[in-house]
């Protein structure tokens, strides 16, 4: 399973400031469109739940945002269902010594007409792990994923599927 | 066992090929030679060169051929009973493992795109040879969804090998870094 990029989409915060995309004039004196509001929702939770799930080794903060039907998968092929992604990013938190710095680039926010959001997400992460055989090691992640959403009634995100387009990850011992 | 466990330096030298190995200079601007190197320090350069050619030669050989032919015995011949990894995570495999792991991986790819090999750092000591050896290779994977990819890795090692029957022998391989990109191939 593939599932780097749940655990790097889990792990986004700390954006630098995200643009709204450009506008012409007549659009800039309207109401945020869809896709403005949709931007910083996706801003709010990578920067929220998704980043404090793993800062404070709180895996629910993560799965609750999972739909339970999400399908994710991956460049090569792989697959795997909501369980199984929630079962691998317990497991991934349960190794991370320490959150050294996580950021999300959003790009292409786009919200359908039946209100699905969703988003090219690019998640750039540095973390000391501990590996089974204790030792401690520094990894560093960078993954882009299209990622889609659904809003609740309640106003907060779900995510129903997320794709890993690309992936690198650079291991050395912790500095 | 994931298979980017046992990533070590023995699987990624298989996939080694021509690299740089070092380098001349052309110069002769005239600077005054400096003093003479003692003896002992010249046959030490040489046992180093020496080493080096021969390093170079099984990665150029048999260790790229095992790959491009995907025939592992070809790498796993230089691997003795005794052998054992290390990765940056502190996980460890011995010479078991990666017999059985490394035909697997084998036959996972569909083709060898690039394979590059930089020495560096070696050094003799009695019958062992060490070196910093720098793996660099671009390799299309069947993954088990059947889904061809493209995998970059760069990877350093510390890999040590003995000479037994003027064959060499790798001992053990010590990951010191690693890095992989993986993607749709373009």
Not at chain 1, 159 to 171: G, I, P
Not at chain 2, 91 to 117: D, G, K, Y
Not at chain 2, 148 to 177: K, M, P
């Amino acid at each position: 399973m593939r599932t780097r990029a749940w655990l790097a989409a889990a792990l986004a915060a700390a954006a630098p400031a995200l643009l709204p995309p450009a506008a012409s004039p007549a659009a800039a004196q309207s109401a945020p469109d869809a896709a403005q509001a949709a931007r910083a929702d996706l801003d709010a939770l990578y920067k929220g739940d998704y980043r404090r799930a793993f800062v404070e080794k709180n895996a629910d903060l993560f799965g609750r945002h999972i739909a339970p039907d999400l399908r994710y998968s991956s460049y090569d092929g792989s697959t795997a269902d909501a369980e199984g992604l929630k079962a691998f990013v317990a497991g991934r938190i349960a190794t991370i010594e320490r959150v050294v710095e996580h950021s999300v680039s959003l790009e292409h926010v786009t919200v359908d007409e039946a209100g699905r959001i969703t988003a090219v997400v690019t998640l750039t992460t540095v973390l000391d792990l501990r590996s089974p055989a204790g030792t401690i090691y520094t990894e560093t992640g960078v993954s882009t994923y299209r990622d889609a959403f659904v809003k609740q009634a309640d106003g907060s995100l779900l995510e129903v599927s997320a794709e890993l387009l690309r992936s690198h990850t650079a291991r050395a011992p912790r500095p | 066992m994931r298979l980017s466990n046992l990533r070590g330096a023995a699987l990624f030298a298989a996939l080694l090929a021509a690299a740089p190995l070092g380098c001349t200079s052309d110069d002769d601007g005239g600077a005054p030679p400096v003093e003479a190197a003692p003896i002992e320090a010249a046959e030490d350069a040489d046992a180093v060169a020496a080493a080096r050619d021969d390093l170079d030669a099984l990665y150029k050989g048999d260790y790229r051929r095992a790959f491009v032919e995907k025939n592992p015995d070809f790498f796993l011949r230089h691997i003795p009973d005794d052998f054992t990894s290390t990765q940056v995570d502190g996980s460890r495999a011995r010479a078991a493992e990666l017999r059985q792991f490394f035909p697997q991986f084998m036959a996972a790819i569909e083709r060898t795109l690039e394979h590059n090999v930089t020495i560096e750092q070696v050094k003799v000591r009695g019958d062992r040879i060490e070196a910093v050896v720098t793996l660099t290779t671009v390799l299309d994977l069947r993954s088990p969804a059947g889904v061809v990819y493209n995998e970059i890795s760069v990877g350093t090692y510390l890999d040590t090998f003995v000479r037994r029957d003027g064959t060499l022998f790798e001992v053990s391989g010590e990951q010191l870094r690693s890095s992989v990109t993986g993607g749709p191939r373009p």
